[in-house]
Nanobody, 122 residues
Framework: QVQLQACGGGLVQPGGSLRLSCVASGLPFEDYAIGWFRQAPGKEREGVSCISSTEGSTYYADSVKGRFTISRDNAKNTVYLQMNSLKPEDTAIYYC???????????????WGQGTQVTVSS
């Protein structure tokens, strides 16, 4: 059974940092693009970042460019999202999702984790 587990969330002050991890099992991890999405209260789920299955091409939402960095370690079946200079508007539940091949639109992702809460507050 395919499983994606997101962890690393927590409560941080504005300007702080967190590193999220997404650990996958039950699928050929190296063949999948992994995306990070987030959903804030009262808002629809939006894409944050994605890393492809091929040469590690990365993509970022405009709102996080320069602050967040996505990376993957295929040997550990893990994708990381390093989040720096966090802002209150980054507060959301963060989800990781897997798609067979390439980064794409949210509706095309095959598998989803349960998410981890990130709260940025003073």
């Amino acid at each position: 059974q395919v499983q994606l587990q997101a962890c690393g969330g927590g409560l941080v002050q504005p300007g702080g940092s967190l590193r999220l991890s997404c650990v996958a099992s039950g699928l050929p991890f190296e063949d999948y693009a992994i995306g990070w999405f987030r959903q804030a209260p009262g808002k629809e789920r939006e894409g944050v970042s994605c890393i492809s299955s091929t040469e590690g091409s990365t993509y970022y939402a405009d709102s996080v460019k320069g602050r967040f960095t996505i990376s993957r370690d295929n040997a550990k079946n893990t994708v990381y999202l390093q989040m720096n200079s966090l802002k209150p508007e980054d507060t959301a539940i963060y989800y990781c999702a897997a798609e067979d091949g390439f980064c794409t639109v949210i509706t095309e992702y095959d598998y989803w984790g349960q998410g981890t809460q990130v709260t940025v507050s003073s």
